[in-house]
C-alpha cells in the first residue's frame, strides 16, 4: 500500500473485486471438482478417476472461455463507466483490469490439476510453492520501490507473472505424479450428466458468496470512494492470511470425511466433521485473539498510515470468520452426500441477502461497518441452516453438536476474551509488551483449550 498509495491501492481491490465476480461460475464447478475426484478415490475406481479427471477439465476449458466473453463485454462495459474511480487513471485501470482477467483465467484452468493433489493428500507441494510464492511476492512489492514505472500497471502484471510460474509448476508436478492427470478426451454423458448438475446446484450457493463479497466492495465504492474500498481490501488481506492457516487445515481434512463417506464408513466420516470443526474455530482463534486486541498496534507497523476505519474493519471481519470456520466441515458434509439442491438454494439465498440488507443499512446509517454487522448475523444463521440440513440429509445428531461443539465454543470464547482483556488491557504500543503479553495470551489460551474443550 505505501508502494502504490491508497487511491491506487483502493483501486486495484475494486477492480480485482470486479474480475472475482465471474468466479461463482468456476466456484460451483470446483466443488463437484473436489468431492467427484475424492469420492472416487475413496471408492478405489482408477478408471472411473481418470473419466472423472478428463471430464472435468474439459468442463473448465469451457468455463473459462465463457468467463473470458463475458469480462471482455459485460465487465470491461462496467469498469470504464460504472465505477467511481478518477477519469486520469482509466488506462492504468484497464491494463490492471486485462492482467487480473488473465490471471483468474490460470486459476479456472487449474482447478483439477489442484483438486487432484488434494484428493490425493500430497500437501508437501502446497507447502513449498506457498514459500516461493511469498517470496516471490515480495520481490514483487520491491520491485515497485525500484522502477520508474506506473506502479498499478506494474503490480497486477508482475502477480500475473507469479500465478502463471504456480500453475504451471502444480501442472507438472501433477503429469510427473498422477496418471490420471495424463489428458485424454472421455465424453460420458451420465458423468458430465452428474458432475453438471452437482455444479449447477452449487451455483447458486456459490454465486451469492461472490455476490456477497464483491458486492459489497462495490458498494462501498458507491458510497464512500476508493480510500473505504483499501481500507476493504486490507481486511480481505489480514482474512486471507488468518483464515488459510484454518483452510489448509481443512483442506488436509475434507477429502477424508468424502472418502469415508463413500466408503461407507458413515460414522468415522460423522466423527471427522465434529473434529474438524472444533479444530478448525480454536486454530482461528489462537491467530485471530492476539490480532483483535492489538490491532491499531499491528496496523500502525504494517501500514504506518492505515486508512481511517481499517481497524474496525479488521475486527469485525475477524469476527464474522471465526463464526464462519465452524460450517467449512459440515458444507463437505453435505457435499459427500451428494444431494444439495435444497441445502444450497436455501444457505444461498441467506447469503445473498446480505447484500440487500447492508445496502438498506447504508443508506439509513451511512456507517461502512454496518456490512460485517450483517455478515455476522447472516453467518450465525447459516450455521444453524447447515447443522438442520444435515441432519436431514445424513442423520446427523445436531443436538450432540449443539452441546459439545457451540455451548464449548460460547463458554470457553467468553473466558478467552475475558482472559484476553484483561491481559492486553495495559498494552502501550511497545514492541516488547506486545510480544510478551501476545506469548503470554498464547500460552493461556492453549492451555485452557487442552483441559475445557480436549477433554
Not at 479427471?53 to 471482455?72: D, K, M, P, Q, R
Not at 513449498?128 to 514483487?140: G, N, Q
Not at 496418471?179 to 454423458?189: A, G, L, P
Not at 479444530?279 to 507497523?301: G, W
Request: aromatic share 16%; charged share 10%; net charge positive.
Amino acid at each position: 500500500m505505501n508502494a502504490l498509495g491508497v487511491e491506487d491501492y483502493g483501486t486495484y481491490s475494486i477492480v480485482g473485486g470486479v474480475v472475482s465476480m465471474f468466479s461463482f461460475f468456476n466456484s460451483a464447478m470446483v466443488s463437484a471438482t473436489n468431492r467427484f475426484l475424492a469420492f472416487d478415490i475413496g471408492k478405489n475406481d482408477i478408471i472411473q478417476l481418470k473419466k472423472t479427471f478428463n471430464a472435468t477439465l474439459n468442463i473448465h476449458i469451457l468455463i473459462a472461455l465463457l468467463i473470458l466473453v463475458l469480462a471482455e463485454t459485460l465487465g470491461l462495459w462496467f469498469i470504464n463507466y460504472k465505477l467511481n474511480i478518477a477519469a486520469e487513471r482509466m488506462s492504468a485501470v484497464n491494463w490492471v483490469y486485462q492482467f487480473s482477467v488473465f490471471t483468474f483465467l490460470l486459476s479456472v484452468i487449474q482447478v483439477p490439476y489442484d483438486a487432484l493433489i488434494v484428493a490425493r493428500e500430497k500437501m508437501s507441494i502446497y507447502a513449498y510453492m506457498s514459500i516461493a510464492e511469498v517470496i516471490l511476492k515480495l520481490l514483487i512489492v520491491y520491485l515497485l520501490l525500484i522502477f520508474d514505472f506506473d506502479k498499478l500497471i506494474l503490480y497486477a502484471g508482475l502477480l500475473f507473472g507469479v500465478s502463471f510460474i504456480t500453475r504451471v509448476v502444480h501442472k507438472i508436478y501433477c503429469k510427473i505424479n498422477f496418471e490420471e492427470s495424463k489428458y485424454q478426451f472421455y465424453y460420458e454423458n451420465e458423468l458430465y450428466k452428474k458432475l453438471l448438475s452437482f455444479s449447477g446446484w452449487s451455483l447458486f450457493g456459490n454465486m451469492a458468496s461472490v455476490v456477497r463479497g464483491q458486492g459489497l466492495n462495490i458498494l462501498l465504492n458507491v458510497f464512500f470512494g476508493t480510500v473505504v474500498n483499501a481500507a476493504y481490501g486490507i481486511s480481505m488481506q489480514v482474512q486471507g492470511a488468518v483464515q488459510v492457516f484454518v483452510t489448509n487445515f481443512q483442506m488436509a481434512v475434507n477429502p477424508q470425511i468424502i472418502k469415508q463417506y463413500s466408503s461407507g464408513n458413515k460414522e468415522q466420516s460423522l466423527k471427522l466433521i465434529f473434529q474438524s470443526a472444533k479444530f478448525s474455530y480454536f486454530l482461528m482463534f489462537l491467530l485471530v485473539c492476539p490480532i483483535i486486541y492489538n490491532i491499531d498496534f499491528i496496523l500502525e507497523i504494517w501500514l504506518k498510515n492505515p486508512p481511517k476505519g481499517t481497524s474496525s474493519f479488521v475486527v469485525l471481519c475477524l469476527i464474522g470468520i471465526l463464526i464462519d470456520c465452524i460450517s467449512g466441515p459440515l458444507m463437505i458434509g453435505a457435499q459427500a452426500h451428494g444431494n444439495i439442491k435444497w441445502y444450497q438454494i436455501v444457505l444461498g439465498t441467506f447469503i445473498f441477502l446480505c447484500l440487500p440488507i447492508s445496502y438498506i443499512f447504508l443508506k439509513i446509517f451511512y456507517n461502512p461497518n454496518v456490512i460485517f454487522w450483517v455478515i455476522i448475523g447472516i453467518n450465525i444463521i447459516s450455521l444453524f441452516g447447515r447443522l438442520l440440513f444435515l441432519k436431514y440429509l445424513i442423520n446427523f445428531d445436531v443436538g450432540l453438536f449443539v452441546r459439545n461443539v457451540i455451548l464449548r465454543i460460547i463458554v470457553i470464547t467468553t473466558i478467552l476474551f475475558l482472559t484476553t482483556h484483561y491481559l492486553m488491557f495495559s498494552l502501550n504500543n511497545c514492541y516488547v509488551d506486545f510480544i510478551s503479553k501476545s506469548m503470554i495470551l498464547t500460552i493461556v489460551n492453549l492451555v485452557m483449550i487442552f483441559f475445557y474443550w480436549l477433554e
